[in-house]
Structures are given as C-alpha cells and as structure tokens.
C-alpha cells in the first residue's frame, strides 16, 4: 500500500517561513509527478505546486508563485514546499498527491 506522510506544518507569523515534508513509501516514487495541494474548511483542494518525475520541471499556482519552492529528493522519497513570506490566506489544510494517492494533511495556520 502506498503512503504519503505530509510534516512539517504549524502555527507561523504572517512574513514567516515553513518546510513540508512529504515522505513516500512502498511505491516507485521516482516515477511519479509529485503535487502539493491545500485546502480551507468548504472550499475545493487547491492545487499549489507539482514537480516532474525526475525533477527537471516544476510548476506553482499563481498564489504560491514567487514564494513557494518545491523540490524532491528521489533517493530519500521524499518532497518538499518550502514556503516564504507567508500571508494569512495561506493559512489551510496542505496535503501531498501522487496521482490517486493522497497523504492525511498537514496544518498551516498563518497568524497576524
């Protein structure tokens, strides 16, 4: 069975800065697309950035553009969003995909 273990989130000051975390396992990792989604309470999953496979292309919504850097390391399985000057609307759930494989979340609140 495949799994997905988000960490890394927390309660941070609005300008701050957190790392997730997202380690996989028992899957081929290095053949996927890894995706960073997030989530506020009654609101759709949003897509905020996706990495290719082997690393070489990376893509972010336009929210995270500028501020958010995602990157992998595929010996180690795992993926990361390094997250800059955060604002208050960043606060949400943030969960890490591999096509239909989803991770539990972890929390990002954004304080003022």
């Known amino acids: 069975q495949v799994q997905l273990v988000e960490s890394g989130g927390g309660l941070v000051q609005s300008g701050g800065s957190l790392r997730l975390s997202c380690a996989a396992s028992?899957?081929?990792?290095?053949?996927?697309?890894m995706r960073w989604y997030r989530q506020v309470p009654g609101k759709a999953r949003e897509l905020v950035a996706s990495i290719a496979s082997n690393g070489d292309a990376t893509n972010y919504a336009a929210t995270a553009k500028g501020r958010f850097t995602i990157s992998r390391d595929n010996a180690n399985y795992t993926v990361y969003l390094q997250m800059n000057s955060l604002k208050l609307e960043d606060t949400a759930m943030y969960y890490c995909?591999?096509?239909?494989?989803w991770g539990q979340g972890t929390q990002v609140t954004v304080s003022a």
């Open positions: 995909n591999a096509d239909q494989f």
């Open positions: 028992r899957f081929t990792f290095i053949h996927y697309d």
